[in-house]
């Protein structure tokens, strides 16, 4: 015998439901129990702290300080592994005689994070904020640990993949994606300094922004661990952090789902949908990676992996629009405004820029100038330092100006887009005009890349932060994934053909013999080391010294494809900015809820 009722709040647009499960004992009595299930999103925020008219301050005490800034040093943790397999790729692929596939070192990452996010905010109600920061805490440490430890393509693949599973449960990225455990201080926070708020987690990653001058003085001086002092490094800091997360996060539960039952909320994730999605993008990637590339873009192998990748993308689509009965984006979080909306698409975009600097600045450096390892070290650190700078004053600016957050961005927008364009016109000859246009690329890219998710978390309702929080993260990586994959084809399709052309060009011109052109090159390009004990015909240093400076040229010109391509991107973000509405009336004193 079963029994639901329904009851409707007056002051909330969340609807209850009680059912009675019957459990007939051995006496044939009848054991009711009632459980409370959850069916809608509390739109008026009538769980929060402290209200919209509030003082909006916060009781701060020892423990919940320190839970903060282990949450932030979380943020951190979830981050460096990304930085430091992103500037070791070289030396990966060289120290694990990987040739081919070595993008998706970073693609796995990201794509994990994509795949995972969307149900961030369904395992939090169903295990509580702490555990979900704990479990994630230990997945990075175990997927450090495999990076570090990894001999063969699967187990780096596989560590970097679990690695990103932290950054899920955390909230965004890099010198950008402020993760979704910083949420949880978010929201413990007024709205009004929730930017403030997010500018001092961001400052947490500045002692990683050296993050290449670290690459090459490991890789270079140390030859028994070399490039593998990255993860180690990640492994320890993270288990401090996990350590320290264990002695003071004790946070309260969010009330999208307090007092609802497991299987209520375990219904409501949408599996279909996530299965869509990971399938399709994963595919989707695969042929932008391999078209031109491994394999032609007639072929039936890309042709194949794409078309099936976009079927399942467009199938996601009317699922989640028409028959998806708890939709992956939950509509409340575009109900009434259109702020969400438009400021996801800025993020998307700002992803897809973000990536090309994150990965294809280090190729620059090494291979563009000369690859003297200190040198390459301090030319990524203006753009490093300068991408956490712009994410630290851009969020601050969004809480001194709340009535122009629409102009701060949209001036984040224009730097990233203007300068990371103006990178086409880098040769081996303006390495300087190259850092400068690179340091004011990553500026506005940290001001776009976190500023533009906070706007959404400025404007969402308290019950799905966490969701929303974990959405923004999600279509970030995405756009950096697909951004990614665009630029990488881009860019080795071009080298591939200008590589051999240029080194014998620049040979040729020095005075190398053509009869000795193509034995010299293939041997230059695959083995240079070589050229010292295998005698052919004309080769003096001078030779060799022309055919470094054809490869630096070679780099420069196909990684200039890469620059102007962020330019339609970046086009796409500065529209989007112009039709941001004023956030203005969102920005009050109201606290969700308290941190411990």
Same mark, same amino acid.
Request: glycine content about 8%; aromatic content about 12%.
């Given at each position: 015998?079963?029994?639901?009722?329904?009851?409707?709040?007056?002051?909330?647009?969340?609807?209850?439901?009680?059912?009675?499960?019957? %459990?007939?004992?051995?006496?044939?009595?009848?054991?009711?129990?009632?459980?409370?299930?959850?069916? $809608?999103?509390?739109?008026?925020?009538?769980?929060?702290?402290?209200?919209?008219?509030?003082?909006?301050?916060?009781?701060?005490?020892?423990?919940?300080?320190?839970?903060?800034?282990? +949450?932030?040093?979380?943020?951190?943790?979830?981050? *460096?592994?990304?930085?430091?397999?992103?500037?070791?790729?070289?030396?990966?692929?060289?120290?694990?005689?990987?040739?081919?596939?070595? #993008?998706?070192?970073?693609?796995?990452?990201?794509?994990?994070?994509?795949?995972?996010?969307?149900?961030?905010?369904?395992?939090?109600?169903?295990? !509580?904020?702490?555990?979900?920061?704990?479990?994630?805490?230990?997945?990075?440490?175990?997927?450090?640990?495999?990076?570090?430890?990894?001999?063969?393509?699967?187990?780096?693949?596989? !560590?970097?993949?679990?690695?990103?599973?932290?950054?899920?449960?955390?909230?965004?990225?890099?010198?950008? %994606?402020?993760?979704?455990?910083?949420?949880?201080?978010?929201?413990?926070?007024?709205?009004?300094?929730?930017?403030?708020?997010?500018?001092?987690?961001?400052?947490?990653?500045?002692?990683?922004?050296?993050?290449?001058?670290?690459?090459?003085?490991?890789?270079?001086?140390?030859?028994?661990? =070399?490039?593998?002092?990255?993860?180690?490094?990640?492994?320890?800091?993270? $288990?401090?952090?996990?350590?320290?997360?264990?002695?003071?996060?004790?946070?309260?539960?969010?009330?999208?789902?307090?007092?609802?039952?497991?299987?209520?909320?375990?219904?409501?994730?949408?599996?279909?949908?996530?299965?869509?999605? *990971?399938?399709?993008?994963?595919?989707?990637?695969?042929?932008?990676?391999?078209?031109?590339?491994?394999?032609?873009?007639?072929?039936?192998?890309?042709?194949?992996?794409?078309?099936?990748?976009?079927?399942?993308?467009?199938?996601?689509?009317?699922?989640?629009?028409?028959?998806?009965?708890?939709?992956?984006?939950?509509?409340?979080?575009?109900? =009434?405004?259109?702020?969400?909306?438009?400021?996801?698409?800025?993020?998307?975009?700002?992803?897809?820029?973000?990536?090309?600097?994150?990965?294809?600045?280090?190729?620059?450096?090494?291979?563009?100038?000369?690859?003297?390892?200190?040198?390459?070290? +301090?030319?990524?650190?203006?753009?490093? +330092?300068?991408?956490?700078?712009?994410?630290?004053?851009?969020?601050?600016?969004?809480?001194?100006?709340?009535?122009? &957050?629409?102009?701060?961005?949209?001036? #984040?927008?224009?730097?990233?887009?203007?300068?990371? $364009?103006?990178?086409?016109?880098?040769?081996?000859?303006?390495?300087?005009?190259? +850092?400068?246009? !690179?340091?004011?690329? $990553?500026?506005?890219?940290?001001?776009?890349?976190?500023?533009?998710? &906070?706007?959404?978390?400025?404007?969402?309702?308290?019950?799905?932060?966490?969701?929303?929080?974990?959405?923004?993260?999600?279509?970030?990586?995405?756009?950096?994934?697909?951004?990614?994959?665009?630029?990488?084809?881009?860019?080795?399709?071009?080298?591939?053909?200008?590589?051999?052309?240029?080194?014998?060009?620049?040979?040729?011109?020095?005075?190398?013999?053509?009869?000795?052109?193509?034995?010299?090159?293939?041997?230059?390009? *695959?083995?240079?080391?070589?050229? #010292?004990?295998?005698?052919?015909?004309?080769?003096?240093?001078?030779?060799?010294?022309?055919?470094?400076?054809?490869?630096?040229?070679?780099?420069?010109?196909?990684?200039?494809?890469?620059?102007?391509?962020?330019?339609?991107?970046?086009?796409?973000?500065?529209?989007?900015?112009?039709?941001?509405?004023?956030?203005?009336?969102?920005?009050?004193?109201?606290?969700?809820?308290?941190?411990?």
């Amino acid at each position: 015998m079963a029994e639901t009722r329904r009851v409707d709040y007056a002051n909330e647009k969340q609807e209850v439901s009680y059912a009675e499960n019957a %459990h007939e004992p051995a006496d044939s009595s009848l054991d009711l129990q009632k459980e409370m299930t959850l069916q $809608g999103v509390d739109m008026k925020n009538t769980h929060a702290v402290k209200g919209d008219d509030s003082d909006g301050k916060i009781i701060w005490s020892v423990r919940s300080i320190f839970a903060a800034i282990f +949450l932030a040093a979380l943020y951190t943790g979830s981050q *460096i592994i990304l930085y430091f397999t992103g500037g070791s790729l070289a030396f990966i692929a060289a120290d694990n005689n990987i040739t081919t596939g070595i #993008a998706w070192l970073p693609t796995a990452n990201i794509l994990a994070i994509a795949a995972a996010c969307p149900y961030a905010g369904y395992l939090q109600d169903l295990f !509580g904020k702490r555990y979900i920061a704990l479990f994630g805490s230990f997945c990075i440490c175990v997927g450090c640990a495999l990076v570090g430890s990894g001999r063969s393509y699967a187990q780096l693949v596989a !560590g970097t993949s679990l690695s990103s599973l932290e950054a899920t449960y955390s909230d965004s990225d890099r010198h950008g %994606h402020f993760r979704y455990r910083c949420c949880h201080w978010r929201i413990d926070w007024s709205r009004w300094y929730r930017g403030y708020s997010l500018a001092l987690v961001t400052a947490f990653v500045i002692p990683f922004c050296p993050y290449l001058i670290y690459v090459e003085m490991w890789s270079h001086h140390d030859t028994t661990v =070399g490039w593998r002092w990255g993860p180690w490094v990640s492994l320890m800091f993270n $288990g401090i952090v996990g350590i320290g997360l264990a002695f003071t996060y004790f946070p309260h539960n969010q009330t999208r789902a307090e007092g609802f039952s497991r299987m209520a909320i375990l219904k409501r994730i949408d599996y279909i949908g996530g299965l869509l999605s *990971i399938t399709g993008l994963t595919l989707f990637l695969v042929s932008l990676q391999a078209g031109g590339y491994s394999h032609p873009w007639k072929s039936s192998y890309v042709l194949g992996t794409l078309l099936s990748g976009l079927a399942l993308i467009a199938g996601w689509i009317v699922w989640e629009a028409r028959f998806a009965r708890h939709p992956m984006i939950p509509r409340e979080l575009f109900k =009434g405004q259109r702020i969400v909306g438009l400021a996801y698409v800025v993020a998307f975009t700002a992803g897809m820029n973000f990536f090309s600097i994150l990965n294809f600045f280090p190729i620059t450096f090494t291979s563009v100038y000369d690859p003297v390892p200190i040198r390459i070290g +301090l030319r990524g650190l203006g753009p490093g +330092l300068c991408t956490a700078v712009g994410a630290i004053v851009f969020n601050a600016a969004l809480s001194k100006f709340p009535y122009h &957050t629409r102009e701060v961005l949209l001036l #984040a927008v224009v730097l990233m887009t203007t300068f990371a $364009g103006a990178l086409g016109a880098s040769t081996p000859e303006n390495e300087s005009m190259t +850092l400068a246009f !690179g340091s004011i690329a $990553g500026f506005g890219v940290g001001g776009v890349l976190v500023p533009a998710a &906070t706007i959404a978390m400025l404007v969402c309702p308290d019950a799905i932060i966490t969701t929303a929080a974990a959405l923004s993260l999600s279509i970030r990586t995405v756009g950096g994934t697909i951004g990614y994959s665009i630029y990488y084809n881009i860019f080795i399709t071009r080298l591939t053909k200008k590589l051999p052309l240029y080194t014998a060009e620049y040979a040729v011109k020095a005075g190398l013999p053509l009869s000795s052109e193509e034995s010299f090159v293939g041997l230059f390009l *695959i083995e240079p080391a070589k050229l #010292a004990t295998t005698p052919i015909p004309g080769v003096t240093p001078a030779i060799v010294a022309a055919a470094t400076r054809g490869t630096q040229w070679a780099y420069s010109e196909s990684l200039k494809y890469v620059w102007l391509t962020s330019i339609a991107f970046g086009s796409v973000a500065v529209i989007c900015t112009i039709l941001l509405p004023s956030t203005a009336k969102y920005q009050t004193n109201r606290v969700a809820v308290q941190i411990s």
